[in-house]
């Protein structure tokens, strides 16, 4: 069982859709926790920080549970530049080391 | 200001051949990481350095796998005797905080060095 399970998609929304992705990890020892973004053959980068009491940066809004080990992103007012890889990533305890899911695929179409 | 730089940014190599993988992190970042992505997959830590120290090297998947960082500043990840199933994207990433705080300073990402093993 990998440590952060992500379904792979492919999610194929509309222009405006609203989308949710979610994301479980394994280890209760983990820490920090992460949404990256990752275009094709590009660099991941980072798109927000989770925090326990949930977080939103404008059309992004992010969730963590501890009990359930479940972290969860929604994107609002979907956008055609939304379309990429989105990874979610945890820090486990005093380690440095990020460890990655395997992306969900967004496509967004007009 | 520059970011993290990668070369080269394509390699392809015969089996068996050496190859040497460079990364240039942000300037004045202490941590320097080596990340490891599979075609559709997440990258998957491979190694890290505070300044020129090795603290982990638990995801090298084996001994032909080696990094360094002499001078606390370019990183270079070297593989021995490539087969194909290194064939892979290299990713490097710096972070200007060591390990001690509970969270951790965001890990920025060079573009990759795609490794092609023929």
């Known amino acids: 069982r990998k440590e952060v399970e992500q379904d792979p998609g492919p999610f194929n929304v509309p222009e405006g859709a609203t989308v949710a992705f979610n994301c479980t990890y394994s280890n209760s020892a983990s820490q920090s926790f992460f949404w990256y973004r990752q275009d094709c053959r590009k660099e991941p980068k980072l798109l927000m920080s989770?925090?326990?009491s949930g977080n939103e940066d404008g059309r992004f809004t992010a969730q963590l549970n501890r009990a359930s080990q479940y972290i969860s992103l929604l994107i609002r007012d979907s956008k055609l530049s939304d379309s990429a890889t989105y990874l979610c990533v945890v820090n486990v305890g005093n380690t440095d080391k990020l460890i990655f899911g395997t992306g969900t695929r967004l496509q967004v179409f007009p | 200001g520059a970011g993290v730089s990668q070369s080269p940014r394509y390699k392809v190599a015969k089996r068996g051949q050496d190859v040497a993988l460079r990364c240039d992190p942000i300037?004045?970042?202490?941590?320097l990481f080596w990340y490891q992505q599979a075609l559709g997959q997440g990258p998957e830590f491979l190694t890290y350095?505070?300044?020129?120290?090795?603290?982990?090297k638990s995801g090298l998947p084996s001994d032909r796998f080696f990094a360094e960082r002499p001078e606390g500043s370019v990183s270079t990840l070297k593989i021995q005797r490539t087969q194909q199933e290194d064939s892979a994207v290299y990713l490097c990433a710096s972070s200007s905080l060591s390990s001690g705080g509970r969270w951790r300073d965001t890990q920025y990402f060079g573009p990759g060095t795609r490794l092609t093993v023929l």
């Open positions: 989770v925090y326990s």
């Open positions: 300037s004045g970042h202490v941590s």
């Open positions: 350095f505070q300044n020129e120290a090795q603290l982990d």
